[in-house]
Each structure stands twice: as structure tokens, then as C-alpha cells.
């Protein structure tokens, strides 16, 4: 088959590859109708995961119809239309027990593009199947469906229910790129009291109000913790939501919040930050950080059904599978292009 | 009457100044019969906290007798014994109704022997007293009581609640000076698995394991997230609590707990520390900081009554009140004293 | 002044009676401008509440400017606008420190119209008024202020927040009077995934499809177990919310929710129900009961102001005050003439 | 092999039955070495549960040793000793993934010895081996292993937790049969202020004082509304639990909680309940009711094996598997046997 290979940092290539095979007893092998890229994929090849070795496929979102399955696969079936989320989940282990397959122990997790090869690829093992697809439902289009396997999860499990995005809430999130958009979506459902994106790119912003912010800011010419401050009475947010990465947007998001406020980090970051305690360790306040569980796959998909997420609005470009570099190219420079997700289809 | 003032960085004496008297509706007159000091206290006296003015009066733990109450004041009387909180609550801001009056904006929060005149002295002024103070019971000793003012509730709350201790949770306290002791006798409500005690000096750790630590380790001498992670299998602590108050412990605290840990800092801290979000990004770390509610004094007055907490442990230097000078010598030295908490009675 | 005087059972007039007076150092007397009638009222007219005295001034619901002030009040002086809330706080006890003043046990609680002379009056006497009143801001009417002095908040604390309503929870709300529509507003807050009312009568579930319901049944001719079980795929309501006070609609309630659901219980019950532990005992069913605590205000004002509540709705009818007999028939007759709430201002 | 099979109210055998065998790809057969009985067997052998059909093998606790596993079985092996749990978890369905298996969907919940063939028997066919089952550790004795498989989580999910029991609480539990002695085994885990056991047998309450309750009322010759506000100071029982299985103990759970109180039904009912609302509606009441799902069992372990739960000391009786009639008898009459949990052993 063909698949994105990996080849070390800067290096990648569409070439052709051994198919894959069912190896262990969990496994489902899915032919891959759709996929996409994530920040994250741009992250691995800039170098920043060491971790990830050189001939590893890449990709952890698809859509695809099952064509095998080991003995122990149960659930879905060979014909079966499935999403295969980005987390897999060995449903043995204590964190999968108790809803955290994000943190599975026992050989799941974040594993697709990363540890195992991905799903950038016409085929993909696909393990512990049972617990890490989903089958596709006849209400919503293959564009909705392939946005639970990660960036929507993403941005409402580690941004809104992290951040516990309350009716009447005041919520800031910081970087207005695929994911914030997603934490943006997501904060809507709670109704909160205003979402402000924040953010240095004009686009960005735009797009930010398109998704469902109340106010937006350009931190690149204004002072982001001064107007929060004005557009809360001096108050403060009462929720930021970290969507970029880097240490600077962390430490906004710390000087944004209120006495009592949630700072929820979603962004992959390569450095350390500075936490300010000699002016937080009074203020009450709550820092979270997270993977993504996709625990709540059912319910959202449950609203993009309802049309009350509107998922389809995430993907801006459209390309054959086998055009996948230059899919990556308008994805890598979306400050250009006004990428937000890019769908490839076979 | 006598009182502690506070003289700049360094300097302080037990000296005449005029009687409190009642300024606003809500205020009562206490006359001081038992104080203690805090480790707060050495910060102000190091000069660690500029917004003290010179001529502040220190403390803000306390037991009396009420000697005369604003027109406003309900539900205590000239003659009734109270326990003077070191959380004044004005019950009127929102923070004060949503039961975070550590952060009310009404005029109280911490207040005492920082923003007025405090509780080491003959007479105190207690704003709010309606909701500020506490009737003393029956059936608990002054030594128990004055516990409640500050040490016991702040273990508690900030350590114990935000850390969300669990029965069966391995839990790390780092520092185990006062606070780290309180934090290690709230935990113990909670039945977990294993409290392991961190520090540097072996007399706190051995008071630690009076105070119902399981484990001990003196991270002068050995390595702390090598020696957890051997008594917990490889998986890290549920819970670490700092109790210290400087970056580094802060910091270790960080390393210690396993993925979907909960870090909960006490220490009141001068520098900022570093987060290491480059590792912890992906981890499910929650960080919690925070002032005292002291919104659980009705219910660890209820354990001390039924001596399911000993709280007069924590008293292990007693003095007349006019001697106030050497008690702050004994805790100020207390790792040549041993001192826990000093108590001083009129 | 002229005051709306309960005379036992059946038996009211709009009369005059003195003037009240400061009896408290924390009352406030409020001239009355604006108030409503709530559904108890009703009940307290039929003698379901033999507790309440004839002689009683009835309501519980105002919008009105302070006159006078006790020398304990501190935070509204006279020439304030504000709204006074059902529930009084005395802020003092355990239940309000905890949020929790429905449950009052200083004085406060649900008092007005009930326990004390209430606010279908020129004027009232409001105890604590700091902590039972809200300024009146500038960006929202008379109307959708007055709103939140009762229906709002207990349709929102103990229908949706008690009924913890998720984003994409099917929610069914039993009664589609002025509670359940109260209900069906703060459910939508949330997201649910379908709102399904349920009534005998077709007029208020029209009023449903208006107030943000999805779906609607008629029960007096259609079987409603049948049709939630029909809708959400065999699997049952997630929440239940009972919205009318009588043993069938608590019961059907109880038979609507999947397993792991919640039955949370606004109605004012007159008579025992039947609680089907046979059949329940093994579902993880949980059942709420409450009386509101109204700290949800804050909140929902926000809400209004920024138009994502639509409270103005509500009032169907105006009258001026000295008609309020009218007031009561036409509320009264609600099935006839669709009065969801009745305004009466001065 | 021999196994124990239900034939009908009142009729039971210890009688050649064929071995289990691997029906499906994740089944394992276990050698059962203890099992014990509960008081749900005799419901079942009185007729109260009908579904269940004649020739059925009883029993839904044990421990073995895997003698065989289905190809899809991945972290058990033949030879490893484990624990059968009561409640068999599919992990597939959304009941499973949320942390709820004992509403699992998808073929487990609790079937042993009722949907399915039990664990009385010298083999018993295990469902879903994966996520069904615990290894034993080495710190722990078969006795105490056992009273995980049902009692010690069904007390402490279904009763402490379902009732959010807190230090300091007063916890009345209604029943000290077995069941009533593990929720006071799990509430004491929070250091409640006061464990009040109430039964009508003075024997039960016995061994409810060795168990931890603090107080203990007859509710045959006391009235225990009456003692419970005596003891609260006239507030009533934070939490009530429910232990028993009678209308007339849940009716009493109901008036012996505070307002804001929570009711956990434990027991298993054959009838109706009469829940007054007349009263409780204003009152903040929770009501639960569930199935243990068993997702406490690793936490219960950890302190069983750090000797913190006595788990020991509910066997009271032990027999030869083969003499379980014998064992029946014992337990069925525990009144004058004393019998709280009597263990089998092949």
C-alpha cells in the first residue's frame, strides 16, 4: 500500500509500504476512507518528538471501513463503516477502567503516527478495536464524523470540562488555530457569559467570531490582561483556556484568570513555563493539563447529529489521499491559506 | 493596651497603643486570651510582604471573650467566648455567597495583622464578627481550639480538599513543618493508602510520622521521585501537597505524582517556580493554589470534639502573652526548638 | 398602606394595613414597584399550608426602591433599586455559609408571604437585606428582573442543576406550566441533546415549543414512557425534571429516566408518592428534592443581560397593583386565558 | 462436575451438572477454590426474582485459578489465580466506558447465577475475563480477596459513595446484616463524626459496634427519629443508608436525614416505597439507588493489603464446597447462627 512515511526530522514521504496485518488478537485492520492532519504532525516532523522513529507512518485520525478482524474483536465486523479515534484504549487497565484510556497503561493511549504506525495510510492496524472506534451513524457526513477523532474531544474534554466552563462564565482562550476554535465550539454548549479569543493573527480572530466568540483581541498590539480585565469589571476570566503551546499564551493565561478561575491547558508544548506563584499561591487558582480520553466521542457525536455542533465548518481544504503533500503544505502554512483542517479522502 | 507591632523589616515590639474600638456596624471588640503565631508572621517580620505598613499590629489567630458589638452584629454577644478567625467574611460579595469568603472583595479575606490590626495583642477590633468568629463549645480545650483559627483549616482546604485525597491514594507532603503537619493529620480523615512525608530535616520527619505519616524520606540525603516511585510500582503519587513555600519543593511536588495526579501547593511563595509543561503538558495534572475559606472549621471542630483529630498535639510551647518576644524567638528557632505552634495566653 | 391580606382558605382582599417598620438591625423597608404571583400562592389560597396565619400579607416576589434602612445593613441604603428575593439569607448559619439559605435555620430561608408578611404590599419589611437583595443594574427591565426573584433560579438550581443536564442529555420535563418552562429555559443553557415536555394540556405545550422545547407530549392522550423510550432508542431519559406537584408526574418521571439517570423534583407536593424500589433499586437512579437557595442570581442576571436568557417572556399580563384581584383571577384561570406570569407595578 | 442448581422457589441440589466450557472469545473457565453466598441467593430461592430459570447454577462470587481462556483473552492466563467479581463489564458498551458496568449493555452487569450459570460449582464459565476479573496479590488471604467480589464494593459504592459520606458526617445505616457492616466498614474510611447502626436485632448491633459504629438503637423498643435528633442536636443524620430491603427501613432513612441530607439505598426491594414528598419536597433531599459496578475493587484491595480494612472478619463460618447445603443452612438461619459471611473452599 501507500502511506506517509516518516523519515527523521524535515523528511517525510507518500511511498509505498507493506500492508499491514492483524497481529494481535484486539486488532481490526481498517481500509482508510478519510483523514486529516494535526498540529500535532507538524510538531513530529519539525523533530520535536525525538521519540518517534524514522519509518513510522503518520496520522492518528481516520474514517475507513473494517476489512479484518482478530478473534478477539467482537464488536465490529468486517464491512463495518468505523471513526478510529486518535486515543485507543485496552479497556484493562486501571486509567481505561475509570475513563482515562488517554493514560492507558496497558498498551493504548496515544499510540497512532506516534509509537505504531498511523493513519495516513491507505490501511491501518488498528488495536484494541473493540474500545477505540466507533461505528458511523447514517445522520452526519464523513466531514463531521472525522473531526471527533481528535480536535473535537481535544478541545472540550482538556479545554471546557477541564476548564469546568459553567452558564454565565467569562471564558478567555488563548490561540485562535484549529484547536482554540474547538475549545471555542465547545465552550457554547455551556453558554457562557462571553468567549474572547485571543490571538496575534487578524485571521485568526475572524475566524474566532465565526466559530462563536463574543469579543476577540490581538495580543500582538494590545494589552490582552488589561482588556480582559475592562470587559469583566476588573474581575478577570473566570476560565482561559491555552490553545497554542508555548510559554508565553500558558502565562497569559495565568495572569488572565480571576480569584477561583480554571486555567486549562490544551497546547503541546516543547519548554517549560514560568508559574508565578508568588502572586497565584493566594489566588485559588486551578491549572490543569491533558490528553485527550475521547470519552466524549458518543456525546458529541450525539449533538453534531442535532446539528447542534457544527462540525463540517472545521474543514476548509479538500484533497485526494494520494495529494497529501500538498496537503500538508496548505496545512503547514495556514497563516496563508486560512487552513483550519485539511480532509483527504481516498 | 499591650500589642505586637510590627516596625519595618526586622523590627517589632510589644509596646503600649490605644485601644480598638468599634468602627463599623459589623465590628466586635475581642479581648485577646490566647494568640499563637504563623509562619506568615516571619515573612511579614522578613519583609516579604511590602503592603505591611509600619505600625501594624501582627497576628490574626486568636481566642477571647467579646467585650462590645456593633449595632450590626446578630449572633454574638459581649461575654460569649469566640475563636477568632484568621478569615474575616463580609457574606455579602459574591465570593463570600459562592463560600470563598478567603477571597471576599467585601472588605475581609485575610485581614488580620496585614491589611488591619491584628490578634497578638490585648484588644482586637474583628470586623464581620457575625460571620468572622465562632462560639467556642464545651467539650474541646483552648489549646484544640485555637488550632481552628488558621493551621487546621488551611491543611485542610488547600492541601486535603484541593488535593482531593482519597481512601487508598498515595499521598506526598513536601514539608513538614506546621502546615505540612496539618496537611498530614486531614489527610488521614481520608484513609489513604500511604502518606509519605518529604523534607530536610529529620526532627520534622520524625514529628511526621507522630503526626500519622507511613513513610518518611529526607530529600537531603536521598531522591524523592526515585523513592516514590519505588513504593508505588512505577506509578507515582495520586496526591503531592507543597507545604514549603519555595520553587524547588513546589517543583518536586510536580514530579511526584503519576499521570492524572493532583498537585496541591499551601506554601506561601516569594519567587515563581518553573512548570515543566514540556512533560507535564500530556500528563493530566491538575495544580490547585490557594488562600484558606476556613469554611470546614464547623466540621473539624465536630472531629476535634470526638477526638478523631488531635489537634492540641500541634502545641508544644506555651508562654504568658507579655512574653510574645521569646515565643517568637522559640518558633522563629524552630529547628533548634522543635516548636510546632507557641501559644500565648492572657 | 394597602397590602394583599390572606384570610384563611378561599379567603383574600386588598386592604389596608399599617405600614411596616424596622424591627431588625438588618431589615430594610422596600417600596414595592413592581411584583408577581407564583403558584404557591395559589396553594397557600386553597389551604394547602395551614401553617400560614390568616392576617398574612401575601408574595414573595418584588422589584422596589429601599426606603430605610437598620443600622446593620451596610451594602443597599435608601434610593436603591433592588430586586428581593424569595429566599432571605441570614448569612450566619451552617446552610447559608454553605450556600445553601433555602435551608435557613437563623430567620431566613423562604419567610416572605409565609413565615412573615410578604410582597404584595405597597411596601415590605426584607430581613437581611444585604444578603437578600440584588442591586438592580442598568442593562435589563423590570420584567426580567423580577423573574429572578423566584422562577428562574428554582427552575435552573433545582430542576437542571439538581437534574445535573449535561451537554447532549435527553431531558424530560414533566409539566409545562410556569415552572417547567423556567426548566426548559435553564436546561437549554446546557445543551441538551433534546428537550421532551411532557403535559395534559396542548396550550402549554405550545408555550413549551416557544420556551426552547424540542419535542412535546400529551399525556392525557398518549403514552409518555413509550415515547421518551421511542425517541432516545430504548434507552430512557438522562434526566427527569418534575414540574407540577402531584404523585403522577413525580411517579412517571421516575419510569422516564435510563438507568444511572436523575429525577430531580421542583414541584410542591401536597401527598406522598410512590417510589418504585422493586423495579429501581438496581438502576442508579438518583432522586433531588429542593427548596432554591437563589445563589444561582448572579448568574442568571449576567445571563439576561447579555440576551442569552430570554426572561422578558414570561410575563404574559400586566396589571397595576391595586388591581391585583384581577391579577389572581386571570392567573388563576391560566388554563383559559395563558397566563404563564402576571406583573402588578406601582 | 458438581455444582449448586436452583430448581424452582424453595428447591436447590449439590448435583452432577456438565463442565463449563468456552462459549465465546473472551470467556475464560476458572476452578472455583471459595465462594460464598449471599443474602440475594436466598431472594432468588424464595421465587422473589422469577427471571430466574430453573436449572440455573447459583452464586455470583469466587475465587480460582483460570484453567482455560478464548482467543481473545489477553491479561489472564491459565493458571493465574483470580478473583471473579460479581459484576462482568463488557467494556464495549457506553455504560462500561463511563465506569459503569453494572449497567452494562452489552451482555454483563451482574449475570453470574442469575442470567448466566454461577460460580457454586466446582468451575464457573467467566465472561469478558479481561475486565471481569482481579489477579490476587500476594499481600492478601483468599478470606479477605473474597469480600471483594461483592459485599465490601456493593457497601461502599452503593452506600458511602452514592451517599457522598464527608469527615464529620453523622451516617445513620438502617440494617447490620452483612451489608449494613460493609457500609460502616467503607464509611468509617472518611471519618464520619458518628456511625449510628440501627436494627431490630440487638445481636446485629453487636456486631455493629465491632464493625465501628459509634452509637447503635434498636428501632424494636426505640424510636429512632427521635434518638438520631437527640444525638444531632435536632438536625438529623447527614446520610442515611439503607441496608435491609423493606419499605419501612427506606421510609426511615427518609425521616432521619437533615435537610440537604442524602438517602443511599443499598437494599434489594420486592415492594413499593412510600417517598413523602409533602414533606421532603422542600427539604434538599438526594435519594440513590444502583448496583455496585465494582470499580472500587483496586482501591478496596490497596487497603485491605495495608491492613486498613479488616475484610477478614465477615467470614464468620467456613465449610468444604461440597457441604454448601450445609452452609445454607447456616447462613439462612444467621439470626442464630450469628452468620454474617460463611466461605466455601474446594
Chains 1, 2, 3, 4 share one sequence.
Request: contains cysteine; negative net charge; aromatic residues 6%.
Amino acid at each position: 500500500m501507500k502511506a506517509l512515511v516518516y523519515h527523521g526530522p524535515g523528511e517525510k514521504a507518500w511511498e509505498a509500504v507493506p500492508d499491514p496485518a492483524i497481529q494481535d488478537t484486539t486488532d481490526a485492520i481498517v481500509k482508510v476512507e478519510a483523514t486529516t492532519i494535526c498540529g500535532t504532525d507538524l510538531h513530529i516532523l519539525k523533530g520535536d518528538t525525538p521519540e518517534v522513529a524514522s519509518g513510522r507512518i503518520l496520522g492518528h485520525e481516520a474514517i475507513g471501513t473494517v476489512q479484518e478482524v482478530g478473534p478477539g474483536v467482537t464488536s465490529v465486523r468486517p464491512g463495518d463503516r468505523v471513526l478510529v479515534s486518535c486515543i485507543s484504549a485496552c479497556a484493562r487497565c486501571q486509567y481505561c477502567r475509570e475513563g482515562h484510556p488517554g493514560q492507558c497503561t496497558g498498551g493504548g493511549g496515544w499510540i497512532f503516527g506516534y509509537m505504531i504506525d498511523g493513519t495516513q495510510a491507505e490501511y491501518v492496524r488498528v488495536p484494541f478495536a473493540d474500545t477505540s472506534t466507533y461505528k458511523i451513524p447514517a445522520g452526519a457526513t464523513d466531514d463531521e464524523i472525522l473531526m471527533l477523532a481528535d480536535i473535537l474531544p481535544t478541545g472540550y474534554e482538556v479545554g471546557v470540562l477541564n476548564g469546568k466552563v459553567r452558564p454565565g462564565d467569562i471564558v478567555a482562550v488563548v490561540g485562535a488555530g484549529p484547536i482554540g476554535l474547538s475549545a471555542i465550539t465547545g465552550a457554547r454548549l455551556y453558554t457562557p457569559g462571553r468567549v474572547i479569543a485571543i490571538d496575534l493573527a487578524d485571521a485568526r480572530l475572524k475566524a474566532a467570531l465565526e466559530f462563536g466568540a463574543d469579543l476577540t483581541l490581538n495580543n500582538a498590539r494590545e494589552d490582552a490582561v488589561a482588556y480582559v480585565q475592562s470587559v469583566t469589571g476588573g474581575r478577570g476570566a473566570d476560565v482561559a483556556i491555552e490553545a497554542v503551546g508555548v510559554p508565553a499564551s500558558f502565562e497569559l493565561c495565568t495572569s488572565l484568570v480571576r480569584p477561583g478561575g480554571r486555567v486549562a491547558n490544551i497546547g503541546v508544548h516543547g519548554k517549560p513555563a514560568t508559574l508565578h506563584l508568588e502572586s497565584l499561591w493566594i489566588r485559588d487558582i486551578t491549572v490543569t493539563t491533558g490528553l485527550v480520553d475521547a470519552t466524549s466521542t458518543a456525546t458529541l457525536l450525539r449533538l453534531i447529529e442535532s446539528h447542534q455542533i457544527d462540525a463540517a465548518r472545521f474543514v476548509t481544504h479538500r484533497f485526494a489521499l494520494e495529494d497529501i503533500l500538498t496537503a500538508y503544505d496548505v496545512f503547514g502554512r495556514a497563516a496563508d491559506t486560512g487552513a483550519i483542517k485539511v480532509m483527504m479522502t481516498a
